[in-house]
């Protein structure tokens, strides 16, 4: 979607926002699908109220882009345009066992940040692309941590009420792989509470699981990480590997051969190619397992 061109654009910069035309979605996601549309970087925190009541004025839909490593964007011209977070350095600081951070931060920069602190808990997420705002939302978890545990006060703006507001901890609910933030709330500083423990020792727990991951997960390709939930009790990638259905593909997306919960974009992977195969390996599942899988990655259908 364009907007770049038209009235809008000039409000937009005075409101302290950057546009970025016709950007390619491709190069935003870490599957490297995806269409175009205009960015827009907000800049300043205290005008993203404004900001949003524009663009419903306006009519003008818009999604919240994040660091874009769990997501798959609809091919061509998008039909909304996406909100960032531009990243501030170094986003985040420590106080005692606190540590305030950007939700624009990395999330794996984090851990290592608040580790150089002597502050650790969140060792298992070492591995764990993408951002803190992303982390928050979809309550980010890997090997026994989930980032949620952690989280004492998230700094928002509310779609409810139109305003930037705190939410303690205690009032949010962290479940796997979902919170009750609501779509359109979007992330802006987090405070996490955070248990001491030396370097030393945080750096030997990061390294475990860094390991871990490696053996198991295809880091240097083209992915949003798992695909689906895991359903109760049970683990999609055993069952869609138990299927012999590593290496199945629709064009260049293809199940990973060393994670079936990965699908890959092997080249020029397009979304409908992308979307064909994940409707296709939910349907076997379902046919031989009776089980519905869910989606993990977030689908921007146009
Ligand atoms: N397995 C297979 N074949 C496969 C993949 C897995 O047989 O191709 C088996 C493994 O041998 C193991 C079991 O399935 O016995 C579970 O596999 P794994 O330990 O890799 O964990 P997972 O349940 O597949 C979850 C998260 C990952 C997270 C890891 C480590 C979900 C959907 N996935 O994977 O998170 O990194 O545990 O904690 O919850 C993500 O969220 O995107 C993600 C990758």
């Not at 928050?136 to 928002?156: D, K, W």
């Not at 390294?207 to 999609?236: D, T, W, Y």
Request: glycine share 12%; net charge neutral; charged share 25%.
């Amino acid at each position: 979607m364009r907007i770049s061109d038209r009235p809008i654009a000039a409000q937009l910069k005075e409101l302290g926002v950057e546009l970025v035309p016709c950007a390619s979605m491709v190069e935003k996601t870490y599957l490297g699908i995806g269409g175009t549309t205009d960015i827009l970087e907000l800049r300043k925190h205290e005008t993203i109220p404004d900001v949003i009541h524009l663009l419903k004025q306006e009519g003008i839909p818009y999604r919240l882009l994040g660091g874009g490593s769990n997501l798959l964007v609809a091919d061509g011209e998008l039909s909304f345009v996406a909100l960032h977070l531009p990243t501030s350095q170094p986003g985040m600081r420590v106080e005692g066992n606190v540590a305030y951070v950007d939700a624009a931060a990395d999330l794996g920069g984090t851990v290592t940040f608040c580790a150089k602190h002597d502050l650790g808990g969140m060792e298992g997420l070492i591995g764990v692309p993408g951002s803190i705002g992303g982390a928050l939302r979809m309550n980010a978890g890997a090997y026994g941590t989930q980032i949620g545990t952690h989280v004492r006060e998230v700094e928002m703006y509310r779609a409810a009420t139109g305003k930037i507001e705190k939410l303690e901890g205690a009032d949010i609910r962290f479940d796997y792989r979902h919170t009750s933030f609501a779509p359109d709330d979007l992330m802006l500083r987090v405070k996490l509470e955070l248990p001491s423990k030396p370097f030393k020792e945080i750096l030997a727990g990061i390294k475990v699981c860094n390991e871990k991951r490696r053996s198991s997960q295809p880091l240097n390709q083209k992915s949003a990480g798992c695909i689906f939930k895991n359903p109760q009790g049970g683990s999609a990638g055993r069952m869609i590997d138990e299927l012999g259905l590593k290496g199945h593909h629709v064009g260049d997306a293809t199940v990973s051969d060393r994670h079936a919960n990965f699908f890959v974009n092997k080249g020029s992977a397009s979304c409908s190619e992308m979307l064909q195969l994940i409707d296709d390996v939910r349907e076997r599942v379902r046919k031989a397992y009776g089980v519905d899988l869910e989606n993990e990655v977030i689908v921007w259908k146009n």
